[in-house]
């Protein structure tokens, strides 16, 4: 368990928190392309780090990240024109462009020249792997944008379910690091099945194990950490491990094992101290991984149908998430339908921000016990004037990936050669962290 302290300083991001000021170093996904993908389209509000943002894509397909608040009388720019290259505010006329430059005073006299003295609040953008990320730290410490792990190449396809979640993003990271509450919690959708590996089909993921109770084995990287959850394959038990290995990323995300058609990546944009912005992501090869409307109705994610315009969770806490008592005796495990919806009710549920002081915790927990030590030694080391985790020479190298496989019992996970799920017809995916990244007006196609 932590004390009281320790949770605070894991948990909280807002203003001058440690743990967002680390955060803020890494390039951070603040809304999905498709959100964005009209010029002088309607702007998008949104938050990070406890900041109000607006975001729009002008004439020219340039796409902003501002604050949402204009810098004459601080009204809200998410109610702005968005027209001839700027979004114009309502108020009083005055037009800013993606760069944050005053392009029109309409209010004062030009001969004053006070648009040449006002600069609005914009920060760094780049569009990638099918978000907008834009880079929220000091300009004296801005790294060159990269392309994430879960996004290595232009022509990956990368499928990504969005929901806002209300509570921090730490219990939400824990969740996805814990192999050990898949065997439980989704035991409807991730089936035991006499296979020769994990596999994919139209309603359901297949395991080859019934082992509920994995050993856990952690390696620690300068990224961040990698770890086994060992199991009992249903099959030549007593020569062979069943292993999965997941990858967390510092800050916020996890690369989980992927099954026999596409990998599968978590990432946990916190939005202030009590939500998140909770991204679910498929990638791979195009024949393989797949579409937007296929991924978000498989994980019961669909606008309009679970989620609202916001992406706000339809299931919650007061509707009971949808709970359906009668197919829980009729052996559904929740009674919750799409796993993803299953992992919520778990996370909201410990409050808007746990409380693990009271916490109970055994030996399956060591990937969360790690993220814990990891992340508090990383804030620290930050506050005493250390590199960001992950950052520079720290970040994840491009031999690293989640896996799961079974494996004969002399092999020891850590050397298994392990690769990303690819078609066997094309040439094997060669992530490149040097990929040409397209100019923020980019076509569709050259974005992926």
């Given amino acids: 368990m932590l004390t009281h302290e320790e949770n605070e300083l894991l948990c909280r991001v807002e203003r001058d928190a440690p743990m967002g000021q680390l955060m803020r170093r890494h390039w951070t996904p603040v809304c999905l392309i498709e959100?964005?993908?009209?010029?002088?389209?309607?702007?998008?509000?949104?938050?990070?780090?406890?900041?109000?943002?607006?975001?729009?894509?002008?004439?020219?397909?340039?796409?902003?990240?501002?604050?949402?608040?204009?810098?004459?009388?601080?009204?809200?720019?998410?109610?702005?024109?968005?027209?001839?290259?700027?979004?114009?505010?309502?108020?009083?006329?005055?037009?800013?462009d993606v760069e944050g430059n005053v392009l029109e005073m309409v209010s004062e006299p030009a001969a004053s020249g006070m648009a040449s003295k006002v600069k609005h609040?914009?920060?760094?953008?780049?569009?990638?792997?099918?978000?907008?990320?834009?880079?929220m730290g000091p300009p004296e410490t801005r790294p060159a944008f990269q392309p994430p792990a879960w996004a290595p190449t232009a022509d990956t396809r990368v499928t990504?379910?969005?929901?806002?979640?209300?509570?921090?993003?730490?219990?939400?990271?824990?969740?996805?690091?814990?192999?050990?509450?898949?065997?439980?919690?989704?035991?409807?959708?991730?089936?035991?099945?006499?296979?020769?590996?994990?596999?994919?089909?139209?309603?359901?993921?297949?395991?080859?194990?019934?082992?509920?109770?994995?050993?856990?084995?952690?390696?620690?990287?300068?990224?961040?950490?990698?770890?086994?959850?060992?199991?009992?394959?249903?099959?030549?038990?007593?020569?062979?491990?069943?292993?999965?290995?997941?990858?967390?990323v510092a800050p916020a995300t996890a690369l989980i094992p992927p099954n026999n058609l596409y990998n599968v990546a978590n990432i946990n944009v916190p939005m202030d101290d009590t939500h998140t912005a909770f991204y679910f992501i498929a990638w791979g090869h195009e024949s393989q991984t797949p579409d937007t409307d296929t991924w978000r109705k498989f994980l019961g994610q669909q606008v309009g149908t679970d989620l609202d315009e916001k992406y706000v969770p339809l299931r919650n806490r007061a509707n009971h998430y949808w709970q359906d008592r009668a197919a829980m005796k009729a052996g559904n495990f929740t009674g919750i339908t799409g796993f993803p919806n299953q992992d919520i009710a778990m996370w909201v549920t410990m409050g808007p921000i746990a409380d693990r002081t009271h916490e109970r915790l055994g030996a399956s927990d060591q990937a969360v016990v790690e993220f814990r030590k990891l992340m508090l030694d990383a804030v620290r080391d930050f506050q005493a004037g250390g590199q960001a985790i992950g950052t520079g020479d720290s970040r994840i190298p491009d031999t690293v990936c989640a896996f799961q496989a079974i494996v004969p019992k002399t092999t020891d996970w850590r050397a298994y050669a392990a690769h990303h799920v690819w078609t066997a017809k094309e040439p094997a995916l060669e992530p490149s962290y040097s990929a040409p990244v397209p100019a923020a007006g980019a076509t569709k196609s050259q974005r992926a």
């Avoid at 959100?35 to 020219?60: H, I, M, N, Y």
């Avoid at 990240?65 to 309502?90: A, K, Q, T």
């Avoid at 990698?226 to 199991?231: C, L, P, S, T, V």
């Fill in 35 to 96: 959100e964005v993908s009209e010029p002088d389209g309607t702007p998008v509000k949104a938050q990070v780090f406890g900041e109000d943002l607006v975001v729009f894509r002008d004439t020219r397909g340039r796409v902003g990240v501002m604050d949402e608040y204009c810098p004459h009388r601080r009204v809200s720019l998410v109610f702005g024109r968005n027209e001839d290259c700027g979004l114009r505010c309502l108020y009083h006329g005055w037009k800013m």
């Fill in 160 to 248: 990504i379910a969005k929901a806002i979640i209300p509570c921090n993003w730490a219990q939400i990271l824990e969740g996805a690091i814990d192999s050990a509450h898949s065997s439980s919690l989704h035991s409807s959708d991730m089936v035991p099945a006499r296979v020769s590996s994990a596999e994919a089909t139209d309603t359901t993921w297949l395991r080859p194990s019934t082992d509920k109770a994995p050993r856990m084995q952690v390696e620690r990287g300068s990224y961040g950490f990698r770890y086994a959850a060992i199991r009992r394959p249903i099959m030549q038990a007593a020569a062979n491990d069943y292993v999965r290995s997941t990858v967390f």
């Fill in 121 to 135: 609040l914009a920060y760094p953008v780049q569009e990638w792997g099918g978000f907008v990320w834009a880079y």
